[in-house]
């Protein structure tokens, strides 16, 4: 054998070339996780439902009442003007017995016979009152959304991962280099 290169022992470099195809081989395995991940498709749906209730408060105030009402008396006129003292003291003797009064809150209604005045008074007090009127409006809206998400994977590889590649192709030449010096 008469050659540049000669190899001390062709068993031992076959062997060196095995390991060296295993340890590409498990690289290659090792290397291949890091490859992009498939696209995922996300689809979501969103439901939104809002009510609303609009509501109006009228409030009407009406202030207090103080009234009364006067009824004269006038002395009595018969046709017999012997009866008319008599007519007048029994008229006189009743309408003394009118007096009445009623209070509820702050509301009285109340009658009497003023002697004096020779009248008859009826008067009431109303307090102020309030009357509230709440109108409300409801409404339900409801709304439906649907939105579709696409995730695409950005592609990026590290450093690391291309100095791996670049030594994993440079070991490849080599072998395959001393694979054709073995056999040529």
């Not at 081989?25 to 979501?44: D, G, Q, R, V, Y």
Request: aromatic share 8%.
């Amino acid at each position: 054998m008469n050659s540049n290169y000669q190899s001390e022992n062709p068993l031992k470099t076959f062997i060196q070339t095995i390991v060296i195809v295993l340890v590409i081989f498990i690289l290659s395995l090792f290397l291949k996780s890091c490859a992009s991940k498939p696209i995922e498709k996300t689809h979501t749906v969103e439901r939104i439902v809002e009510y609303k209730t609009d509501s109006v408060k009228v409030t009407a105030i009406n202030k207090a009442i103080l009234d009364s009402l006067i009824i004269q008396v006038s002395k009595v006129k018969t046709i017999k003007p012997e009866c008319d003292s008599i007519t007048q003291a029994t008229l006189d003797q009743l309408l003394s017995n009118l007096n009445s009064r009623k209070k509820s809150g702050d509301n009285e209604v109340g009658i009497y016979y003023d002697d004096i005045k020779k009248m008859i008074v009826a008067w009431q007090k109303v307090a102020e009152t309030q009357n509230e009127k709440l109108v409300s409006n409801k409404r339900a809206k409801e709304t439906s959304v649907e939105k579709q998400i696409v995730e695409v994977p950005i592609k990026y590889i590290p450093l690391w991962v291309k100095c791996f590649a670049f030594l994993g192709f440079a070991s490849i030449v080599f072998l395959v280099w001393r694979i054709a010096k073995i056999w040529v």
